[in-house]
């Protein structure tokens, strides 16, 4: 069974990935959380964990038979140039409750930008005063952090065809970001951190008034906007001489860290506008195997105005289309895995810089087992984007286990 007490910092621990595309504005924001998602490559509205049943659209929740538990850890390796970063951690958990086959409530924790990120001077440069004073200087840029998102949401049948979805999100978290200026091996840092507030509404709707050529065909939309758009308040610190360059500010540095200035702060209001619309169809050709199409059209409509990001702009918008093939086990049978695979081109509209192309591809399987439909979903996606302000191109390489786990919760008088 199911454990009923669940650690609350185990969700405050999220993976915040390392990529290049972190530089721009606030940092790049996360796509898949979850196994199932990340495997077909989808922007999670149309079902991929099993049948009928996404993670991330609150309306098709109801069609799960037990209470689940589902927690996603991902790996992800990142390759620019020479360079290559690899981070890992919880990507995402959720608990999602159905109840009589009519309506569920879910609640969820997951990054929503991340600002992870490096950018260092690859050679000293020299500035001369007179021919016997030569000083060597090199810069390091670091972010870090970034906001994560808290759903609470619920879904209904309204009919046996029409079923729909809301969510809130509450944002919260912070990012850090810190200058140095290297001088003659000397680290003079200048450091800042932003604190995010805002809330999101998630709509969402499924139909399978449909068919094609008699078979089953599934119509799913998701609109999401700020009810509250994302504040950001942010503290800039006094700069100091790291003399035991441990990149903390402490008793050791000039000036030390008890004569220094108090922190000047700054609220910048409406800071991001989030709108997202989403659309997909889902058609079974045959007995468990679908295909699906999913477009994404996700914008920033916010002011923007604290320029403290490593590039000079900021993802205003992106656009995604996924072509995804799927094929879900059949409950309580020898046959117990779900297959996937999927295709995506994507186009990022980066304020006052290039567009940003991206073309990935997914693979995932998912593994049944247990009386209560328990499942391991273990997935692959390989992302190539370019046109990257700097750096030119990228390869993310992504690797997610996800682990659900099933109860009986409001289900124990159902046969199973």
């Given at each position: 069974m199911l454990?009923?007490?669940?650690?609350?910092?185990?969700?405050?621990?999220?993976?915040?990935?390392?990529?290049?595309?972190?530089?721009?504005?606030?940092?790049?924001?996360?796509?898949?959380?979850?196994?199932?998602?990340?495997?077909?490559?989808?922007?999670?509205?149309?079902?991929?964990?099993?049948?009928?049943?996404?993670?991330?659209n609150p309306s098709t929740w109801h069609n799960l038979s037990f209470t689940y538990l589902s927690t996603s850890f991902e790996s992800q390796i990142n390759e620019f140039g020479s360079s290559s970063v690899t981070n890992s951690g919880l990507a995402s958990a959720k608990l999602i409750i159905p109840s009589k086959k009519k309506i569920s409530f879910g609640l969820a924790f997951k990054p929503l930008f991340s600002r992870e990120i490096t950018v260092v001077d690859s050679t000293f440069s020299e500035f001369i005063f007179v021919e016997s004073d030569t000083l060597q200087y090199s810069r390091?840029?670091?972010?870090?952090?970034?906001?994560s998102m808290a759903q609470f949401a619920v879904g209904y049948k309204l009919t046996e065809t029409d079923n729909i979805g809301l969510?809130?999100?509450?944002?919260?978290?912070?990012?850090?970001?810190?200058?140095?200026?290297?001088?003659?091996?000397?680290?003079?840092?200048?450091q800042s951190r932003d604190y995010f507030s805002g809330s999101l509404i998630e709509l969402y709707y499924t139909t399978k008034r449909f068919s094609f050529k008699d078979k089953p065909l599934s119509l799913s939309f998701n609109y999401n906007f700020s009810l509250n758009d994302i504040d950001v308040e942010n503290e800039s610190y006094q700069?100091?001489?790291?003399?035991?360059?441990?990149?903390?500010?402490?008793?050791?540095?000039?000036?030390?860290?008890?004569?220094?200035?108090?922190p000047t702060k700054a609220v910048f209001k409406d800071e991001i506008a989030i709108s997202d619309f989403?659309?997909?169809?889902?058609?079974?050709?045959?007995?468990?195997?679908?295909?699906?199409?999913?477009?994404?059209?996700?914008?920033?409509?916010?002011?923007?105005?604290?320029?403290?990001?490593?590039?000079?702009?900021?993802?205003?918008?992106?656009?995604?289309?996924?072509?995804?093939?799927?094929?879900?086990a059949k409950p309580y049978s020898k046959d117990k895995f779900h297959f996937r695979a999927g295709l995506s081109f994507s186009d990022y509209d980066v304020k006052?810089?290039?567009?940003?192309?991206?073309?990935?591809?997914?693979?995932?399987?998912?593994?049944?087992?247990?009386?209560?439909?328990?499942q391991i979903d273990i997935s692959y996606n390989l992302v190539d984007r370019d046109n990257i302000y700097n750096i030119g191109s990228e390869t993310v390489q992504s690797f997610n286990v996800g682990v659900s786990i099933g109860d009986l919760w409001f289900v124990k008088r159902r046969k199973i």
């Open positions: 454990s009923r007490s669940f650690a609350l910092l185990l969700f405050m621990t999220m993976l915040f990935s390392q990529s290049t595309m972190n530089g721009y504005g606030y940092g790049m924001f996360a796509q898949n959380d979850d196994a199932s998602t990340l495997g077909s490559g989808s922007i999670g509205l149309l079902p991929s964990f099993k049948t009928n049943v996404s993670l991330g390091s840029n670091r972010a870090g952090g970034g906001s969510g809130i999100d509450v944002v919260f978290g912070s990012s850090r970001s810190s200058q140095n200026l290297i001088i003659d091996s000397d680290n003079h840092l200048l700069a100091f001489l790291d003399l035991n360059s441990n990149n903390y500010h402490d008793s050791q540095d000039y000036p030390n860290v008890a004569a220094a200035l108090m989403k659309a997909g169809i889902d058609y079974e050709f045959a007995e468990r195997y679908h295909a699906q199409i999913e477009v994404q059209s996700w914008n920033n409509d916010g002011n923007n105005t604290l320029s403290d990001s490593l590039y000079p702009g900021y993802i205003k918008g992106k656009s995604k289309v996924n072509i995804g093939f799927l094929k879900f006052n810089l290039d567009n940003v192309k991206e073309v990935g591809l997914g693979l995932g399987v998912g593994i049944e087992f247990g009386l209560m439909r328990n």
